[in-house]
């Protein structure tokens, strides 16, 4: 009887600790995912697709046009409704959506009920919806954004953005205001560019290689270089997906701070390497980043053209556990099947436990259940495609609501 009451217990706590982590990796709040959320900056619009969800489905709802045949960016004019090359998703709190406007350095948050061409009702980035000034280098500001990639919302409703092109990480604190500052800005030595922070591991100058400086420095436990996308596991830690230094960096919350230094690396055995390698424990411009119910960290490893799984503990220079895209981890080639990736960007877990990849030059948002989840699985479903075998921008056609060009985002959505 005693034994049986461990058992019980400890399948009860591992119930609870899937549902945490589920929800932290993007889904919304309590209940069954309603959405599965594409953002498709090609033609510079989000779209709907209500779930269950199925190949060659037509999304329900359309963001950053008026229709479903639309894509133009700023289809009208910049405003609160319209969108240029939005490169990131994520669900905020009381069933809020995050979408990163990347074209127009901002960040849109839209309230429920989602309606077609429907406005966002806050701004992030911008001092307001008619603007689109992308701040840089010694120009840059705690109110400002440049090029920003993706987002992620805290257990406390903190939303934190990847602001990538200016290699840091910034923390807005609810309630949200168009045009507000970010209290705490990770990877760089202040929220402000007057203040000394810059680019790529804190170095001035444009992206990698620096022709005109000379390369950056090396990396460090606190500086970041182009961080793409950020995510939470169930314990409160921040993962960010360090792409030009190769790498995925962890805070615990105590890091989460101005100044804040990362306490795990993986892709790297050491804070201060950033090469590339297609190797079990090596990562090439990892994009994206997600929990599943276990939660096992999910990593879209976007030029070796797979997607690698590692399971707790977590330790530095881990090694990963399975990989999707790929037969074995030693191999990075790219393909449109339904076992290979030609880019992947994106990555999302709905509460049925499906994994969702956004496969940006295959022009798709593949789907894989749960018994796929393993090294060399196959996707099952696709979406803005007609089979799994189709790669062409919009069907080779107009865009329609069925159709995808060049996805970067996905998330999972109530």
Same mark, same amino acid.
């Given at each position: 009887m005693?034994?049986r009451?461990?058992?019980?217990?400890?399948?009860?706590?591992?119930?609870?600790v899937?549902?945490?982590?589920?929800?932290?990796?993007?889904?919304?709040?309590?209940?069954?995912?309603?959405?599965?959320?594409?953002?498709?900056?090609?033609?510079?619009?989000?779209?709907?697709?209500?779930?269950?969800?199925?190949?060659?489905?037509?999304?329900g709802?359309?963001?950053?046009?008026?229709?479903?045949?639309?894509?133009?960016?700023?289809?009208?004019?910049?405003?609160a409704?319209?969108?240029?090359?939005?490169?990131?998703?994520?669900?905020?709190?009381?069933?809020?959506?995050?979408?990163?406007?990347?074209?127009?350095?901002?960040?849109?948050?839209?309230?429920?009920?989602? !309606?077609?061409g429907?406005?966002?009702?806050?701004?992030?980035?911008?001092?307001?919806?008619?603007?689109?000034?992308?701040?840089?280098?010694?120009?840059?500001?705690a109110?400002?954004?440049?090029?920003?990639?993706g987002?992620?919302?805290?257990?406390?409703?903190?939303?934190?953005?990847?602001?990538?092109?200016?290699?840091?990480?910034?923390?807005?604190?609810?309630?949200?205001?168009?045009?507000?500052?970010?209290?705490?800005?990770?990877?760089q030595?202040?929220?402000?560019?007057?203040s000394?922070?810059?680019?790529?591991?804190?170095?001035?100058?444009?992206?990698?290689?620096?022709?005109k400086?000379?390369?950056?420095?090396?990396?460090t436990?606190? !500086?970041?270089?182009?961080?793409?996308?950020?995510?939470?596991?169930?314990?409160g830690?921040?993962?960010v997906?360090?792409?030009?230094?190769?790498?995925?960096?962890?805070?615990?919350?105590?890091?989460?701070?101005?100044?804040?230094?990362?306490?795990?690396?993986?892709?790297?055995?050491?804070?201060?390497?950033?090469?590339?390698?297609?190797?079990?424990?090596?990562?090439?411009?990892?994009?994206?980043l997600?929990?599943?119910?276990?939660?096992?960290?999910?990593?879209?490893?976007?030029?070796?053209?797979?997607?690698?799984?590692?399971?707790?503990?977590?330790?530095?220079?881990?090694?990963?556990?399975?990989?999707?895209?790929?037969?074995?981890?030693?191999?990075?080639?790219?393909?449109?099947?339904?076992?290979?990736?030609?880019?992947?960007?994106?990555?999302?877990?709905?509460?049925?436990?499906?994994?969702?990849?956004?496969?940006?030059?295959?022009?798709?948002?593949?789907?894989?259940?749960?018994?796929?989840?393993?090294?060399?699985g196959?996707?099952?479903?696709?979406?803005?495609?007609?089979?799994?075998?189709?790669?062409?921008?919009?069907?080779?056609?107009?865009?329609?609501?069925?159709?995808?060009?060049?996805?970067?985002?996905?998330?999972?959505?109530?």
């Amino acid at each position: 009887m005693q034994g049986r009451k461990k058992r019980v217990m400890r399948y009860c706590v591992a119930l609870i600790v899937a549902v945490i982590t589920g929800c932290l990796a993007g889904c919304g709040g309590g209940g069954t995912t309603k959405y599965l959320v594409v953002a498709d900056p090609g033609n510079n619009r989000v779209l709907v697709y209500q779930q269950p969800n199925s190949t060659n489905q037509a999304a329900g709802i359309v963001l950053g046009q008026p229709n479903s045949n639309s894509n133009s960016a700023n289809s009208g004019g910049r405003s609160a409704a319209t969108m240029s090359f939005p490169g990131g998703v994520a669900s905020g709190a009381n069933s809020d959506l995050v979408v990163v406007d990347e074209g127009n350095c901002r960040v849109l948050l839209f309230q429920a009920p989602l !309606t077609t061409g429907m406005a966002a009702g806050t701004v992030l980035g911008q001092p307001d919806a008619l603007s689109a000034n992308c701040l840089s280098g010694s120009s840059s500001t705690a109110s400002g954004l440049n090029f920003p990639t993706g987002a992620a919302m805290d257990g406390k409703g903190n939303l934190w953005v990847a602001d990538q092109s200016n290699s840091r990480v910034l923390k807005y604190e609810p309630p949200f205001s168009n045009g507000m500052a970010a209290s705490v800005a990770l990877g760089q030595a202040a929220t402000d560019g007057a203040s000394g922070t810059y680019g790529c591991n804190q170095a001035a100058g444009g992206p990698p290689p620096h022709p005109k400086n000379g390369p950056p420095p090396s990396p460090t436990a606190s !500086t970041l270089c182009f961080p793409t996308r950020v995510a939470f596991d169930a314990g409160g830690n921040l993962w960010v997906a360090d792409a030009y230094n190769n790498r995925v960096l962890m805070y615990p919350p105590a890091e989460q701070k101005q100044g804040g230094a990362a306490t795990l690396v993986i892709g790297q055995q050491n804070f201060l390497a950033d090469g590339s390698g297609t190797t079990s424990t090596t990562l090439s411009h990892p994009w994206d980043l997600a929990f599943d119910f276990q939660g096992d960290l999910w990593v879209a490893d976007y030029l070796n053209q797979r997607v690698l799984k590692y399971e707790p503990p977590f330790t530095i220079g881990m090694t990963a556990s399975a990989v999707l895209g790929q037969t074995d981890f030693i191999t990075a080639t790219g393909g449109t099947s339904a076992t290979k990736f030609n880019g992947p960007v994106a990555l999302s877990f709905d509460t049925k436990r499906n994994l969702a990849v956004a496969d940006l030059n295959n022009h798709r948002t593949l789907i894989f259940p749960p018994a796929k989840q393993v090294t060399g699985g196959d996707a099952t479903m696709v979406l803005g495609q007609p089979d799994l075998t189709s790669g062409t921008s919009n069907q080779g056609g107009a865009p329609s609501a069925k159709t995808e060009h060049f996805p970067q985002g996905v998330v999972a959505y109530q």
